[in-house]
Each structure stands twice: as structure tokens, then as C-alpha cells.
């Protein structure tokens, strides 16, 4: 019920956001990439392909609203870095259940944008500061895991890099900075 199955929609394939309320029309790309993760696992853990056609209709949208161009404007790359973890996570939750590596090259250009994208911490607003170092932190990770996957170096350097600079930022005052919680990540990202 939480995907749109309307082959007719340009959503087709997409995570609605929330059940009612201001969100329950928003389909955005990190909730699809999320739900591809979630369902890939499944697939993994028991073998079983129960959801397939859902993952198949949620690659449909992904496609169609990938993760380096969901919303945001020029420069503040937040949302769009949060998404392309997504991304890589799920590509490789994806070939890990099911063999299959149809979306390594949407997976790499996740990684690229990661790499090309790095949020700044060193901004004054402590909500984007804040905001920032978390999906640093989640992108940085996921980077790494898919870097090491692939065998590439330049962006585990890249993954290193930046979560060193989360690492310092968290070095601040870590007892008050990895209690955080803002958005939908914390500082335990």
C-alpha cells in the first residue's frame, strides 16, 4: 500500500512518504532506494522472491528520479548525497540477493557524486552543520563499502576523507555532537 502501482503514473514504483497528512503524497527516491535495500535482504535472508515485482517497480522509478538529481538547489547538496548513499547500499544489497549487477553504473555515479559533492561542516548555521555531518557520515560509510566492493581507490580515499572531516567535526565535543538528533539521520550515523 506504501508503493505506487499505478503503471500509468509517473510515480510508478515510488515509496509514498507517510499514510495522510502533509506527506502522504510525497514519493521521493532515498524511501524507494531504502525499500530496494529492505526487500533485497529479505530475498537474501530467505530466499525467498516475494517481493520482486516491487523491487522491479521501484528500480522503475529510481530510473526515472535518480538519487544525484532529487530535489535541492544549486550547492546545498544534502538531500542528494543522503540519496545517493541510498543508492549504493541498495545496488549492492540488489547484487548480493540476487546476482544480478543491472545497476552497477547507476550505483557508480552515486559514488562519483558522493565523491564530487562533499558537504562542507564548516558552515556557521548549526542546522545545516548539523544536517550536513550526518549525511556526510551515512554517505561516507556507504562510499566505503561500496568502494571496497568495487575495488576502487580513489573513492575509498574519497570515503576516507570525508569521514575523517565527520570524525573531527564529532572530536569537537563529542558528548553533546554524537547525542544529536536532526532530520532523519542522528550523530550516531
Same mark, same amino acid.
Given at each position: 500500500?506504501?508503493?505506487?502501482?499505478?503503471?500509468?503514473?509517473?510515480?510508478?514504483?515510488?515509496?509514498?512518504?507517510?499514510?495522510?497528512?502533509?506527506?502522504?503524497?510525497?514519493?521521493?527516491?532515498?524511501?524507494?532506494?531504502?525499500?530496494?535495500?529492505?526487500?533485497?535482504?529479505?530475498?537474501?535472508?530467505?530466499?525467498?522472491?516475494?517481493?520482486?515485482?516491487?523491487?522491479?517497480?521501484?528500480?522503475?522509478?529510481?530510473?526515472?528520479?535518480?538519487?544525484?538529481?532529487?530535489?535541492?538547489?544549486?550547492?546545498?547538496?544534502?538531500?542528494?548525497?543522503?540519496?545517493?548513499? !541510498?543508492?549504493?547500499?541498495?545496488?549492492?544489497? &540488489? +547484487?548480493? =540477493?540476487? /546476482? %544480478?549487477? @543491472?545497476?552497477?553504473?547507476? $550505483? *557508480?555515479?552515486?559514488?562519483?557524486?558522493?565523491?564530487?559533492?562533499?558537504?562542507?561542516?564548516?558552515?556557521?548555521?548549526?542546522?545545516?552543520?548539523?544536517?550536513?555531518?550526518?549525511?556526510?557520515? !551515512?554517505?561516507?560509510?556507504?562510499?566505503?563499502? &561500496? +568502494?571496497? =566492493?568495487? /575495488? %576502487?581507490? @580513489?573513492?575509498?580515499?574519497? $570515503? *576516507?576523507?570525508?569521514?575523517?572531516?565527520?570524525?573531527?567535526?564529532?572530536?569537537?565535543?563529542?558528548?553533546?555532537?554524537?547525542?544529536?538528533?536532526?532530520?532523519?539521520?542522528?550523530?550516531?550515523?
Amino acid at each position: 500500500a506504501w508503493q505506487m502501482r499505478d503503471p500509468a503514473s509517473p510515480h510508478y514504483g515510488g515509496m509514498i512518504e507517510a499514510e495522510s497528512g502533509d506527506l502522504g503524497g510525497v514519493i521521493q527516491t532515498d524511501n524507494t532506494l531504502e525499500a530496494i535495500w529492505v526487500w533485497s535482504r529479505y530475498r537474501e535472508l530467505t530466499g525467498r522472491t516475494t517481493y520482486d515485482d516491487n523491487v522491479v517497480a521501484a528500480w522503475v522509478y529510481c530510473l526515472r528520479y535518480p538519487a544525484w538529481l532529487e530535489e535541492g538547489a544549486v550547492g546545498d547538496d544534502y538531500y542528494r548525497v543522503h540519496n545517493c548513499a !541510498w543508492g549504493l547500499t541498495a545496488v549492492l544489497q &540488489y +547484487a548480493a =540477493a540476487t /546476482g %544480478d549487477d @543491472t545497476y552497477a553504473s547507476h $550505483a *557508480l555515479t552515486c559514488a562519483n557524486y558522493i565523491r564530487s559533492h562533499s558537504l562542507n561542516l564548516n558552515v556557521t548555521n548549526l542546522w545545516t552543520q548539523r544536517l550536513y555531518a550526518f549525511c556526510k557520515g !551515512w554517505a561516507a560509510g556507504n562510499l566505503y563499502l &561500496y +568502494a571496497e =566492493a568495487v /575495488g %576502487d581507490a @580513489t573513492l575509498l580515499a574519497a $570515503a *576516507l576523507d570525508q569521514g575523517q572531516n565527520v570524525l573531527s567535526w564529532l572530536n569537537v565535543d563529542p558528548a553533546t555532537r554524537l547525542g544529536y538528533e536532526y532530520w532523519a539521520m542522528s550523530a550516531g550515523t
